[in-house]
């Protein structure tokens, strides 16, 4: 079965460092995304990516926040400038279609990955 | 604004008891999509039901349920026959019809089920 798979499984990085979460999507997929979950508390949605830009984000994805897509295959979160509260686990999704008004169609399921646990120090 | 809510932070089963995980939802909207995802203690995030507000049919797979009812704005998820994998953080979540392309979901605060042997 096609998944959703995220590198790294763990990573730990000192405050002020860049770091780049890589993911690969599902490979038709057209919409991907950016969760994350701080450790205990609810998943909540950083940005969705779609047709190589950003259709919406959050309030927490600010400018230290980017997103890309450098070839077919990857789909990237980068943080600019750690802070200790950027420490959470990080989801990477990925949807072949958006979901629609009527609540018809198929392939609207979006896909998880496994996640990666971002500890800032 | 866009809300949900699953007041129950843990449950604690014994194996084979029934179980009932409440959601209870906000939103203005009249289309809308609602979603349980299963978060085992490995911390990936599974998929396991998907319903619009245009279907109220209430579903059945396995020993899992889903009792939706826009009257009081509940999609409550209910696990027959409990079993020790059972065990997880079940979340429910939202989507709007303004975010339908974005697959913007709304997650609760998510419920901790115990299934004890």
């Known amino acids: 079965e096609p998944e959703v798979t995220q590198t790294p499984s763990h990573q730990v990085t000192q405050m002020g460092q860049e770091v780049i979460l890589r993911c690969v999507p599902i490979s038709n997929h057209l919409y991907f995304y950016w969760y994350r979950q701080i450790l205990g508390q609810k998943v909540e949605f950083l940005v969705s990516?779609?047709?190589?830009?950003?259709?919406?984000k959050s309030e927490i994805f600010d400018d230290q926040f980017s997103v890309e897509r450098p070839d077919g295959s990857n789909f990237t979160l980068k943080i600019r400038s750690t802070k200790l509260e950027d420490s959470a686990m990080y989801f990477c999704?990925?949807?072949?279609?958006?979901?629609?008004?009527?609540?018809?169609?198929?392939?609207?399921?979006?896909?998880f990955g496994q996640g990666t646990r971002l500890t800032v120090v | 604004a866009q809300k949900v809510t699953q007041a129950q932070t843990e449950i604690s089963v014994v194996e084979k008891e029934d179980v009932t995980l409440d959601c209870v939802y906000e939103?203005?909207?009249?289309?809308?999509?609602l979603f349980w995802y299963k978060q085992p203690p490995s911390g990936e995030l599974v998929f396991l039901i998907r319903r619009n507000s245009f279907d109220e049919q209430n579903e059945i797979s396995g020993r899992y349920s889903w009792n939706f009812q826009k009257s009081t704005s509940s999609f409550n998820f209910t696990i027959t026959a409990s079993q020790v994998v059972d065990s997880a953080v079940y979340f429910c979540?939202?989507?709007?019809?303004?975010?339908?392309?974005?697959?913007?979901?709304?997650f609760g605060s998510g419920t901790r089920l115990l299934v004890r042997p």
């Open positions: 939103t203005r909207d009249t289309t809308y999509y």
């Open positions: 990516f779609y047709n190589n830009e950003i259709s919406e």
């Open positions: 979540a939202l989507s709007e019809a303004q975010s339908f392309s974005s697959y913007k979901l709304i």
């Open positions: 999704a990925s949807s072949e279609r958006g979901l629609d008004g009527m609540g018809m169609g198929m392939n609207t399921e979006a896909f």
